[in-house]
């Protein structure tokens, strides 16, 4: 752990009206996008490429080559920016827009100028409301001083720039239901290909980038690749944003190298602080919930974009932990997550239409104290038969339902069977008497 | 996300029912046409300003912007349907939004929605009797370092106790914002 990072992402975090544009740039603020344009978009491209800057929305996908797969000949492209920020519970992309959001602005420009884009549009969740107020505002501003809008800043580079709310769907975070919805449709995701890059908003090449993505473009642009890459682990460069919530002392949004480990981001003195009241950590969702669990026991995992999937995790996400103590009933927990997905999925596929389905009403019968022990077997099988990665969907959604609940049963399965050795005899038979 | 269904107990169209939309709202929703390359991508910005002004799309609503946008009323209900924040039926004033997820959860979200519920003697999906206040449970609010948040229309509420339930909603200006309000409709560059 470097104890000595110097906060990049979150320099003006803090700072009184950083939110404003004047107080922006008398901190250094738009000089990335100057300097992005006296070079060509492909020396810009090539910039971020050796940078190896992953996507920070939870897949990863490096930016720079997502980029190069828009076709070379094309007139128009759009820029997406998925400020959808619906994973519970990840609050990193609100921190960086409500207080700097020119960083965020700029870091569009940046993008947009690289891919040669026409229209910005960030998708915004609807729930965003004062973030939404201090973007909108931070936008106004940046339009009048010429930073958006036709021959920006005299450079031959012209592109506008719009706000787009979403009304509440968890699916329009995923980029091809972000596009549908800004389409005007309800947001089914697409079947792909074609990707985005190819045909994405209005059957145009389109790119879509995280909110921390595009923050962090300003500052390779003015610092260079090998400064970026200095920072972290191999394959995991650069600063990142981490969220810590739940029972701890001092729960917030931290910045930090991914060399950093969950331990340290609960315990550390310049973090979260330790465990209100000194309670035991029995779990940690460590990359928002999609993810999986970590039990109390496996505190030392490195939260960088490798380390996750050595302990039967889907990967990083969007690094946003929330930790429960020793006192939370796994069943709880357990009842959470699934109703979680089961709301949130879309209903186009049917293997997670009905998977979220049946895995919340199992949960609700152990919640209950109606579990049977064949019904652990059931959740894990289930979790097993749905997704993207065993082909049986549309979208990412059903993998990430099926990895916080086969890590919760898998890792805690003791502690469910005690419960269900020690419910009341014939609970069982009269609970599904009631919901049958 | 959730599917709503056909509400029964609204009234049938009425054809003859002069146009909800006045002509101003109509002009602020054509605003946003040069934005898109179809009529069609207006329809989210159209519900939250239509929305925003009657408190809910009613059905007569939705037609009249359907002909708007060139697009069928039925593709416009769809889209209503689908979007938990649309509202196809009148509703309270304010409409209080508590945070069901983990981080709230833990940090004791459940005994927050209790009190909401006692205090305004309703129940989820449902409308206060003086017509003020309209409940809804949300997934993650994006607050969690301040669990647990409930929010009432665009103003959230940090670390709310159960006990401090009845003190925020008998306050008068409680759905107010402390920060200046940008308006959906400005128009860029403005
Ligand atoms: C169900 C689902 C929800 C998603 N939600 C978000 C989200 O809220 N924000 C986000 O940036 N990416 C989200 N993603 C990932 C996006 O599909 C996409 O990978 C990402 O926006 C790409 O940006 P990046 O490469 O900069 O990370 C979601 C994916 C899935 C499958
Ligand atoms: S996998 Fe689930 S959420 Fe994704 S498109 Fe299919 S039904 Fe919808
Ligand atoms: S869990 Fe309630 S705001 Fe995130």
Excluded at chain 1, 47 to 76: I, T, Y
Excluded at chain 1, 152 to 158: A, E, N, Q, R, T
Excluded at chain 2, 48 to 64: D, N
Aim: hydrophobic content about 40%; charged content about 25%; glycine content about 8%.
């Amino acid at each position: 752990m470097s104890s000595d990072f110097e906060p990049i992402l979150m320099r003006n975090v803090g700072v009184a009206k950083a939110a404003d544009l004047q107080v922006y740039e008398a901190r250094g603020g738009y000089q990335g996008i100057r300097k992005a344009l006296q070079m060509s978009p492909e020396e810009l491209i090539d910039e971020v490429k050796k940078a190896n800057l992953r996507g920070r929305g939870g897949a990863g996908f490096p930016a720079g080559m997502k980029w190069s797969f828009l076709p070379k000949e094309r007139k128009v492209t759009y820029l997406c920016v998925n400020a959808d920020e619906s994973e519970p519970p990840t609050f990193n992309n609100r921190v960086l827009m409500e207080s700097d959001p020119h960083q965020l602005l700029e870091g569009i420009m940046i993008a947009g100028y690289a891919t040669r884009a026409t229209v910005a549009y960030i998708y915004m969740r609807g729930e965003f409301t004062e973030p939404f107020h201090i973007l909108q505002r931070a936008l106004n501003q940046a339009y009048a001083a010429g930073y958006f809008g036709k021959k920006i800043l005299g450079s031959d580079f012209s592109m506008e720039c719009y706000i787009h709310r979403g009304a509440g769907a968890y699916v329009c975070g995923e980029e091809t239901g972000l596009i549908e919805s800004l389409e005007g449709k309800r947001g089914w995701p697409r079947i792909k290909p074609p990707f985005p890059a190819v045909a994405g908003l209005f059957a145009k090449p389109t790119v879509v980038n995280n909110v921390e993505t595009l923050c962090c473009l300003p500052h390779i642009v003015l610092r260079g690749a090998a400064w970026f890459t200095a920072i972290g682990p191999q394959g995991s460069f650069g600063p990142k944003l981490f969220c810590v919530s739940g029972p701890v002392n001092r729960p917030g949004c931290f910045e930090e190298s991914m060399n950093i480990t969950v331990k340290d981001l609960i315990y550390g003195s310049k973090f979260a602080q330790g465990m209100i009241g000194n309670k035991a950590v029995k779990g940690v969702f460590p990359g928002g919930l999609s993810m999986g669990v970590l039990t109390g026991d496996e505190l030392e995992m490195r939260m960088d974009f490798d380390s996750p999937r050595k302990f039967g995790l889907l990967g990083l996400g969007t690094a946003a932990l929330v930790v429960f103590n020793e006192d939370t009933d796994i069943r709880d927990v357990l009842l959470n997550v699934t109703r979680f997905y089961a709301m949130e999925s879309c209903g186009q596929c049917t293997q997670c239409r009905e998977g979220t389905g049946w895995m919340y009403k199992i949960a609700q019968r152990i919640s209950l104290g109606a579990g049977r022990r064949e019904d652990l077997d059931i959740l894990v099988e289930t979790t097993r038969n749905m997704g993207m990665m065993p082909g049986l969907s549309i979208c990412g959604l059903p993998d990430g339902a099926a990895f916080p609940i086969r890590t919760l049963v898998e890792k805690f399965r003791a502690e469910f069977e005690q419960h269900i050795v020690r419910q009341e005899p014939g609970k069982v038979e009269r609970v599904l008497r009631v919901l049958n | 996300m959730s599917w709503k269904a056909y509400d029964r107990n609204q009234p049938v169209m009425d054809p003859q029912a002069p146009p909800v939309l006045t002509e101003a709202v109509r002009e602020k929703i054509r605003s946003f046409f040069p934005r898109y390359e179809t009529k069609r991508a207006v329809l989210l910005p159209a519900l939250h300003i239509v929305q925003e002004l009657l408190g809910y799309v009613s059905y007569q609503a939705m037609k009249e912007i359907a002909d708007l946008l060139e697009i069928h009323a039925s593709d416009v209900l769809d889209v209503v349907s689908f979007y938990t924040h649309f509202a196809n039926h009148p509703k309270g004033r304010k409409t209080v939004m508590v945070c069901r997820s983990l981080s709230c959860e833990l940090m004791g979200g459940k005994a927050v929605l209790e009190a909401v519920k006692n205090t305004l003697q309703i129940q989820e999906h449902g409308t206060s009797t003086d017509g003020q206040y309209f409940l809804v449970t949300e997934e993650c609010l994006a607050e969690c370092d301040h669990a647990p948040c409930l929010k009432i229309n665009e103003r959230t509420y940090h670390q709310v106790k159960a006990t401090d339930v009845s003190r925020i909603l008998a306050d008068e200006k409680n759905a107010e914002l402390s920060i200046a309000r940008s308006s959906l409709f400005d128009p860029p560059g403005h």
